[in-house]
């Protein structure tokens, strides 16, 4: 079960080939969009058009990032929107489609495609819950399946020692697990994966282990 106060949530996939990273990014938006570029020290390639911020070079199939990379892409046009610039809805509805399709077969996600481990099954939950609000204000991500079932797994590999994966535990990157599990609350609203209850343990801990120093 996941027990929550209110809900909201986004989604999206990265593509970066590397003729992309050497191009400089090109920006096409509205007035929202120049209003947000104003002073922001912008290059000069950027255009401001009257539509939303759309994708300027070719969908490329295998060209898509990483679900790490990819949270951080989502989560930066996640704020975008919420500034009032619009984002093409074929962004969020290609980002949904990538991330079920590299949701496990027992509902987790992992660096790309494989066995799921903690902080990628937060990161494919997130995405999820941006992309299915943004495409869909009105909608609570936590009601669709697909979304319920991330929670429930890492309820089921729950750990606040190590980056939980379907074995032992992953013993890397568990800091960043932490940042995943507080994006993954907070952007669905809830306080609890099944009956564990996130804040108040993870801050617990990271405030027994801090030094004397204050590191």
Known sequence: TTRRSTCCVSDLTCASSASERSSPLRVVGGPDAAAALAGSGAPASAELGDGPLRRQVEWELGADGDNSIAQYAILGLHAAERQGIAIDPDVWR????????????????????????????????????????????????????????????????????????????????LYYHYYGVERTGRLLDTEFFGAHEWYATIAKRLVDEQSGSGS
């Open 94 to 173: 290609r980002t949904l489609a990538t991330a079920w399709k590299r949701q496990s077969p027992t509902y987790g996600w992992a660096y790309v495609t494989g066995a799921p481990y903690g902080t990628m099954t937060c990161a494919g939950s997130t995405i999820s819950a941006i992309a299915m609000r943004s495409l869909e204000p009105r909608r609570d991500p936590v009601l669709d399946p697909r979304v319920r079932n991330g929670l429930g797994w890492l309820a089921r590999y729950w750990a606040i020692d190590k980056n939980p994966d379907e074995q032992d535990g992953k013993d890397d990157h």
